[in-house]
């Protein structure tokens, strides 16, 4: 259990999953719920917009037509930050040069999608039942086996999901190294779009924050003897329930020990899985249900269209034996909201010079997050 001391004295916690440390200040937030107080806000989105990119039947920025589709729809982004083709680049490198030693670049491809979640343009996640979640949890794992290296140990796993309902989607023409899923909920968190959708990045590197997180999941399985650190972590948390949300059978849920944002969240397997194609149905229904509850209890904590960005870190798609094994699947909610619907945290001066800094501590948000289950309050208005 964490020491009540820690709740008065500036302090630092290590985040074990990225080897580095954050400053928690809980002495100058003493009284974090006397802040502004703001009305419940509605949901004044129609159900259909015929101006949206992304609702049934509409067209696209590039003249793409959407399909009337009743669940998840993909498509390769409009506006992919990677590209599959594009032209080649070889950095002339000379032998004991600076530039050589201090200027370093390397070209990146792939391929990025957008995922609707629903055809309705004015829910969110939490406004959908886990029933409703689940065929997006079937779209990500479709995708992730659509580009999975046929040589991976994960190749030979064949989930029991529905097909995806597209067939204009291929291969790619490449072996990507890595992909990336991930949400960004509101216009806060550079949303362009407030129809329910998602991404998919595939790149051909291993980008920096999956990157150290697999360097720490190694190291400790090497030095605690093929144990899993998550595992591990997940079997505390649950045990200690000072930081837990919420849990089922398959997933705990709650604030990190070493949480950066006031009200983050994030969502381990209990048992060791690698990636979305570990999981059988019932796993994937409890990691629906973990979606719903979370994403309902943000709304509910300052009765508000939570924003947050959320991103799932699981195997590489094209990695060594050692890096599949080590990886554990986990889900990253990381919301910018501190005290009400329109008070956010921003990390600036020392954030940003030093090291990242939290005052409200992980233990008494969880407590507060803990306490905002139940009915979403739209459905209350």
Not at 78 to 84: G, L, M, Q, R, Y
Not at 114 to 127: E, K
Not at 178 to 190: A, H, L, P, S, V
Not at 218 to 239: C, F, I, M, P, W
Request: aromatic residues 10%; charged residues 25%; glycine residues 4%.
């Amino acid at each position: 259990m964490s020491e009540p001391i820690l709740n008065d004295i500036s302090h630092r916690r290590f985040n074990l999953l990225r080897g580095s440390w954050v400053l928690v200040s809980p002495h100058r937030n003493k009284r974090p719920w006397q802040g502004l107080q703001e009305s419940p806000s509605k949901t004044t989105l129609p159900e259909y917009d015929p101006e949206c990119y992304l609702c049934p039947s509409n067209i696209r920025a590039q003249g793409q037509q959407n399909p009337k589709f009743d669940r998840t729809f993909v498509f390769v982004n409009d506006f992919s930050a990677v590209k599959e083709d594009q032209t080649e680049y070889h950095p002339e490198r000379k032998e004991g040069s600076l530039a050589t030693r201090l200027l370093q670049a390397e070209s990146v491809t792939g391929k990025c999608y957008v995922i609707t979640f629903s055809p309705s343009h004015h829910v969110t996640l939490a406004d959908m039942t886990p029933a409703q979640i689940l065929p997006i949890i079937e779209t990500w794992t479709n995708m992730y086996m659509l580009h999975l290296n046929p040589k991976s140990p994960l190749a030979s796993l064949a989930p029991n999901v529905p097909p995806l309902a597209q067939t204009d989607l291929t291969k790619p023409n490449a072996q990507y190294r890595y992909m990336q899923i991930f949400e960004n909920k509101g216009t806060t968190m550079g949303c362009s779009n407030p129809h329910p959708h998602g991404q998919v990045w595939t790149t051909t590197s291993l980008p920096e924050e999956p990157s150290l997180e697999l360097a720490q999941l190694k190291k400790y399985k090497r030095e605690q003897n093929g144990s899993h650190l998550l595992v591990d972590y997940a079997a505390l948390e649950s045990k200690e329930k000072e930081r837990t949300v919420f849990e089922n059978r398959s997933f705990w849920a709650g604030v990190p020990y070493w949480a950066v944002w006031p009200f983050e969240i994030m969502i381990v397997s209990k048992q060791h899985k690698r990636a979305l194609v570990d999981f059988d149905e019932k796993e994937r229904e409890e990691l629906a249900e973990a979606f719903s509850d979370i994403t309902t209890r943000y709304d509910n904590l300052f009765e508000t269209q939570f924003p947050y960005s959320m991103g799932i870190h699981q195997a590489p798609l094209d990695g060594t034996e050692e890096e599949i094994e080590a990886s554990h699947f986990h889900i990253h909610f990381y919301p910018p909201l501190l005290r009400s619907a329109s008070v956010r945290k921003y990390q600036v001066g020392y954030e940003m010079l030093a090291e990242p800094q939290r005052d409200i501590t992980p233990e008494q948000a969880a407590e507060r997050l803990r306490g905002c289950g139940g009915e979403l309050y739209r459905k209350k208005l």
